[in-house]
């Protein structure tokens, strides 16, 4: 950003810094059993932030290993379109009560189906997305098992993910 603003940076300090090995640090949480990048070191269970690696471009979103978390982030994390952090069984957080769905995942989910080339699944869900905001356009953090909005309200940062996705939606899709 600073070359981009023209602006004085210490170049070298920041491509050499400790982000430089996040890259070979994040492919080391790719679990081989399950050809998956999984929540942390010792697991094998999912996160959804993981939909956010192709989207920053720690990987590419077209890469096998990316497509196989993919596939399995589907499977594990994603209930009729809505996509939950984790799996609170498998990954125990301490929390009371149970956790909706997260407006958030659900639009990253949208974006990474996008650019893997699933357009026809990204708009389903994301068509499907827009039905759970209220009547101003809306969302809350998380999205309760009758529909309902959950958590904090209005969320920025689904909205943000929202615009993202849209956008990389409408280019993928030309």
């Known amino acids: 950003m600073a070359t981009a603003r ?29 050809a998956a990048f999984v929540q942390h070191y010792e697991t094998d269970v999912l996160d ?56 958030i995942c659900t639009f990253w989910y949208v974006e990474a189906l996008a650019r893997a080339g699933r357009l026809d699944e990204a708009r389903l869900i994301f068509e499907k997305m827009l039905t759970y905001a209220n009547h101003l356009g809306l969302y809350a953090e998380e999205i309760g098992p009758t529909g309902e909005q959950l958590g904090n309200f209005p969320q920025a940062f689904t909205h943000l993910a929202l615009i993202s996705a849209a956008v990389n939606l409408d280019r993928q899709l030309g």
């Open 48 to 103: 959804a932030s993981l939909l956010v690696m192709p989207l920053m471009k720690f990987i590419a979103p077209q890469d096998p290993r990316w497509i196989s978390t993919l596939d399995a982030i589907s499977s594990e994390l994603v209930s009729d379109s809505l996509v939950y952090r984790y799996d609170a069984e498998a990954s125990p957080d301490g929390l009371a009560g149970k956790e909706g769905t997260f407006s």
């Open 6 to 34: 023209g602006l004085p940076t210490d170049r070298a300090r920041l491509e050499n810094g400790p982000r430089s090995d996040l890259p070979s640090d994040l492919r080391a949480r790719l679990n081989e059993k399950r």
